[in-house]
C-alpha cells in the first residue's frame, strides 16, 4: 500500500504576506529573477566547489563589469566575506583601519577579530566616511615589532549611516593609502544603491579608482543568500581557497550561488532594484520632512535616518517594524527594499504624521 508523506503535502505560508516593515532590506524576500536563476541552474549535474559553469561565467562578467581580469569567490554572506577578504590580505602581526561606524567594527560581532584573527585599528569618520586625513596617524611605528602593523583600509560603500563616497572620494582614499603601501577593502554589501545614488556602475566605483579588494554584495538586494569577494588586484592577498575554505565560506554546490551573483550582475538588475530602494528610501524622507518633532540625516541610499520622541517611536514599532539606531538620542533607521512599495511608503508615513501632528 502506497503512503504519502505528510512532507508531501502543499507548503503553506507560515508569514502574514501583507505585513511590511523598514527594519532591514534582508526581510525583503527574493527577486522573481533570482529565483529563477535558480531553477535554471538546477538542471542536471554540475562540479562541486565552484568548477562549475556558472561561477566560470561569473568571474568573466565581473571582469568586464570592473574593466580588468578579476578573481570572484562567492561565499554565503557579508560577514564572510569581509573574513575572507581582510585574511587573505593580512598577515597576523597585520591590521585594518576602518571608521568608528563601519560595518565591521559595529555590526560584526568581532569577527574580523575573532575569526580572521585580524585587528582593526579604528579612526574617527565624517557622515560615516574615512577621509585620507584620517590615515596621517598610521605613520608612526612602521617596522615596530611591538605593535601591529597597519596593511588594510576598509571602506563602506555606501556607509553606515545612510551616506555615499563620490568616485573622487573613493579614489582620495585610494591614493593615500596606496602612498603609505596600504590596501583598499570596499564592503559593498549596499554598492549597487551607492552606484545608484551616483548615477553611474559598480565599475567606477571600485574598478576606476584602484580600490584592491570587494566584498559584493547580493542579499540586501534581492539574492536568497550569498555575497563574492572580488580581488581586483592579483598581489593583495594569497591563499584565497584555502581562506575561503577554512573560513567555512566554501559552498558544495556553489553554483547556485553564483547563478544568482548573475542574475544581479550579467545586466542591470542590481541597479534597478537598488534604484527602486533607493526611490521608495526618497519618498519616505519627502513624506516626513518637516514634521513637528522630527530631525533627518540627509538620505543618499535606501536608508533614513530620523529622530523623535522615543515614545512615538515604540508606538509606531506595535505595528511596523524597525529598529533603533542610538537608544539614547531615538534616532531610528527606517530601510527601504527592493520590493517596498508606494503603498508602504505611504501608509507608513501616514502613521508617522498622526503620531506627531
Not at 55 to 83: C, D, H, M, Q
Not at 155 to 183: F, K, M, P, S
Not at 251 to 262: D, E, G, I, T
Request: with cysteine; hydrophobic share 45%; proline share 4%.
Amino acid at each position: 500500500m502506497n503512503r504519502i508523506s505528510p512532507l508531501a503535502a502543499p507548503l503553506v505560508a507560515l508569514h502574514d504576506r501583507d505585513q511590511r516593515g523598514f527594519a532591514s532590506d534582508n526581510y525583503a524576500g527574493v527577486h522573481p529573477q533570482v529565483l529563477e536563476a535558480i531553477a535554471v541552474a538546477n538542471g542536471g549535474h554540475q562540479t562541486a566547489y565552484g568548477d562549475d559553469v556558472y561561477s566560470a561565467r561569473l568571474t568573466s562578467v565581473l571582469s568586464e563589469r570592473f574593466g580588468k581580469p578579476v578573481e570572484a569567490y562567492p561565499v554565503f554572506n557579508g560577514t564572510g566575506a569581509n573574513v575572507v577578504a581582510l585574511r587573505a590580505a593580512c598577515e597576523r602581526w597585520e591590521a585594518v583601519v576602518c571608521t568608528d561606524s563601519a560595518h565591521i567594527h559595529v555590526d560584526e560581532c568581532g569577527a574580523p577579530e575573532a575569526m580572521g584573527g585580524v585587528k582593526l585599528l579604528v579612526v574617527p569618520g565624517v557622515d560615516g566616511k574615512l577621509v585620507p586625513a584620517s590615515l596621517d596617524t598610521l605613520g608612526t611605528r612602521r617596522g615596530d615589532e611591538h605593535t601591529v602593523q597597519p596593511r588594510v583600509v576598509s571602506i563602506t560603500q555606501a556607509t553606515e549611516l545612510g551616506t555615499v563616497y563620490t568616485t573622487e572620494e573613493i579614489a582620495a582614499v585610494v591614493d593615500a593609502a596606496h602612498e603609505r603601501n596600504l590596501l583598499v577593502h570596499v564592503d559593498g554589501s549596499r554598492l549597487a544603491n551607492a552606484a545608484a545614488h551616483l548615477g553611474v556602475d559598480i565599475g567606477a566605483i571600485v574598478g576606476a579608482t584602484g580600490v584592491d579588494l570587494v566584498s559584493l554584495g547580493g542579499t540586501k538586494n534581492g539574492m536568497l543568500m550569498g555575497e563574492a569577494v572580488v580581488a581586483l588586484n592579483p598581489d593583495a592577498a594569497r591563499g584565497w581557497k584555502f581562506v575561503r575554505k577554512q573560513s567555512m565560506q566554501l559552498a558544495s554546490k556553489m553554483r547556485f550561488v553564483s547563478a544568482q551573483l548573475l542574475a544581479l550582475y550579467e545586466g542591470d538588475l542590481h541597479l534597478q532594484t537598488a534604484g527602486h530602494a533607493n526611490a521608495m528610501a526618497a519618498r519616505l524622507a519627502d513624506a516626513v520632512a518637516g514634521l513637528p518633532g522630527l530631525t533627518l540625516r540627509p538620505v543618499q541610499a535606501n536608508a533614513v535616518f530620523a529622530t523623535l520622541p522615543i515614545e512615538v517611536s515604540l508606538r509606531l514599532q506595535e505595528r511596523f517594524h524597525f529598529y533603533f539606531w542610538n537608544e539614547t538620542t531615538g534616532e531610528v533607521r527606517w530601510m527601504c527594499s527592493w520590493d517596498t512599495t508606494p503603498a508602504d511608503v505611504d501608509a507608513f508615513a501616514a502613521a508617522i504624521r498622526a503620531e506627531l501632528t
